[in-house]
Structures are given as C-alpha cells and as structure tokens.
C-alpha cells in the first residue's frame, strides 16, 4: 500500500519539490471533492440531483493529490519467469469495482505499462448475462455478454467488458506465498474519460491514438485502473469476492502525514487470514458496527454517538450523526479522503471547543488560516500540551493521541486543525455528516471485517512493512 508522494512511488518525482504548504493545500481541495464525489454518488442512488457549484466544493484534482496505489497481479499467461501481468490500481474504499485499462478500446489516460492484454491470458473469461442477471440486463448485456459503465461523482467514466479473471497479490512471507484469486470478476476498460486531469496524464480520444498533452517522465505515470474495496450490492468489490465468509476482510496501517517525501514507507493492505491485528491482546482491540445504507451501499457507514475534546464531550447526541431520509447524514471512514471532513454546523462546535482548550494556555487563533484550512492557533516555542480528540463510536472510542494525527504544525508555529469544514447544503455538496479521513486514522491498524459488519481498530506505530 505505497502513498503517492512516498520514496517507495512511482509518483515521488512529481511531489519532489512541493513545499508542506502546497502538499497539504493539496490534500484540502481533495478531502473537499471527496465530499462532491460521494454527494454525487449517493444522489444518483437516491435518484436525486445535485448542483454541487464547484465554486463551493471545489473540484480541482491536481498532480501533488494524495492517494494510495497497490501492485496486483492480473492474468495467467505463458512466461516461465512471471505468468502475470503487474499493475499499480489506485485503492479505493468509496467504490466496488476492480479494472484496469484494455487493448482493444478507444479512450483512455495514460500509463507507463502497456495495456492489459486480454485475449493473451489463458484465465480472461467474458461473463455471459446469465451468470449475473441482476447486474447484467437491458444495455449492460450486448450480444450476450456483460458490460459494465462507472461513473465517479468527480466526473471520471470507465466503460468496458467484465469478465472472470486470475488475481495475484504479494504476501509478507515471501514470493512463493503469493495468493492467487480465481475467478475474481473485473473490469476490462475499453473507454475511459476524464482521468486524465485526476492522475495528472494526457489523455487519447476516439481510436485518434495522439496524446492531447506532454507524455509524463518514464515510470511517472503508474495508475492503470482501480481496485475497489466498498461493500456495494454489486458485490464486484475484491474484498466480498474472496473464498468464504471468515475471508471476507481486510485492514491497513496508515502511516502518518508527518512523514514527508523519503520519510515514507510502504505498508501492507492484508486480506483474509494475512490480517496481523489479531496477534495482539483482544484487550487492545475494539470494534464498532459497520452500517450500510440501503440505497447507497459502497461506503463503510460507523455509528458516530459523540466527540470530545480532550475528554471534554462537545456535547453531541447521537441523532447529529444518523442517516435521514433522502440520503442525508451519517458518518463513514474512508481512506481515500485525506483529512477528515465535517459539516458546518458540527464542525463550527468542534472548532469552539478547541478555541476554548487553547484560550487557557493563551492561545488564541489567527485571523488568517494557511491556505485550505478553517482554522489555525499561534503556538510558542516548546508548547506540548497538544488536545486529543475522541470519535465516541457505537461500543467503541476512536481517540487521536498523536499531535500529527490531529493538527499540521508549519515551520511558522502555526498549527492548523487537519479536518476540513463541508457546506451543511447538500445542494452544494455534502451528503454525510463526517467523513473519516486519513490523516485521522493513521497510527491505528483498521480492520473491515466485511463477513461480519464490524470495523476493529488498534493503537500501532505503522511503518515500514505494517
């Protein structure tokens, strides 16, 4: 599980000379249109619209955005030295479907690695209608086979062929303990629109095959598709495809925003019985129900009942954080948002609570917040009275100890709170009361236990091979 901007990335060349300012600017206006792509998604499930005015929520996606990528092996074809296919799939928690860019189509971004060849692998099988008939029906099934169209609420498309194909990922115990998953259904993508802005690439158009900008520095452009991990209805997503019920989970360990550029290590995305957090004491572990919302599945909804700072409750009551009618509310964790994003009104009493925690040490906040932050204190030199602050979760409290899971310091000794306010209209977008993100989960090891709808989590210092 390699962050973009880590010395472990393929990407790492474009975040060289970014400042922490800009990088964490970045990860704002990204949190932010994370909000816009789950308004949009879930609106389309509730068979709403939604303006979502860009001049609001903006919707900018740009090269220094943080994500996280993983290598996978797709296909079986006939190399005595490596009988796969690799590819890097950016890791989405916020939807269902695995695919990866096909030979054969006419729109698409570009990449490092040539296009997956299909018709070369002896596992590629195309799905007939029958095998999937509630997904598979009217234009999703053409001359007898399925097809599939995602659309993403940033407004990126994938069209394609799904079909059965043979998965390999690594394992920690070495080479020859790689899992290979049968039968996995994927996406082969045939057209693809408007990615090219969000991975920062040129893009082709209709079989005209030239590039419509500058072809990135060899080894810069290592995205090929997406690997989703939601707990859709479609059941497409890799987690809810593994063998049985007790394998249907998986975790990571993130590690924290403090860590800039070389700092950076790649840690592992575990799946089934490879999962580490139950090697330590039960005591140490806590769970908390997964929720799904009837008409918008993917997303992992958490029961949020209170949130306190610095074990002052601020003072919320469970009904803030519920799911309303038409698609309203709730809080969900997800790892694709970078910092943790609030509605206004929740997040105006968090940010009251926290001018009150700092007034005691004389701290006040300063008129002007650094860029794509809400708020920001003025701090001395040798201050360390850093608050926590605790997500009350249904049986379970999610408490951010660490200063670097909560507030970006600048070299200024400015200290700026890492969670982001969204507009409470969702005409201009934000459906969900809180969005988890994930600057506020590292440090813990997350566990999805899918088969069972419960999150589990533990305090760890995650670094290299966690």
Known sequence: MIRSDSKESPLHPRYANLTQAERFRGRAEQSKARVRHFGSARAAAYNQTSSMNPNVVPVKYVEDRDFYIGEVGIGTFNDERQPFQNFYLMIDTGSDLIWTQCRGGGNYFYQDTPFYDQT????????PCEDLPNQCNGRRCINGFCTYKEEYGSGQLTYGHLAYETFTTGSTRGQEYSDRFVNIIMGCGLSQRH????????????????????????????????LGLGQGASEFSLVLQL?????KQFEYC??????????????YLRFGSDVKIFERPAAEILKTPIIQDQNFGTPYHLSLLDISVNNKSVGFQKSDFEIRGAGIGGTIIDSGTPLTTMIGRHYERVEQALIEYFEQFG???????NPGFDICFRIPNNFNDFPTMTFHFEDADFVIKNMSGLFVLFGDKKLCLGIVSSPDDPEVGSMFDVILGAMQQSNKRILYDVGVKELAFAEEECNLGS
Do not use: Q
């Not at 403090?258 to 290590?265: I, R």
């Not at 701290?363 to 917040?369: G, H, L, T």
């Open 120 to 127: 070369g692998s002896t596992t590629y099988k195309r799905i």
């Open 363 to 369: 701290i006040r906040d300063v008129n002007k917040p």
């Open 243 to 247: 063998d049985d019920h007790t394998d």
């Open 254 to 267: 993130l590690a924290s925003y403090d860590l800039e550029g070389a700092d950076v290590s790649p840690t």
């Open 195 to 226: 990615f090219g802005p969000a991975f920062g690439v040129p893009e082709t158009r209709d079989d005209d095959h030239a590039w419509n900008g500058p072809i990135p520095a060899p080894g810069t452009a290592p995205i090929a598709g997406f």
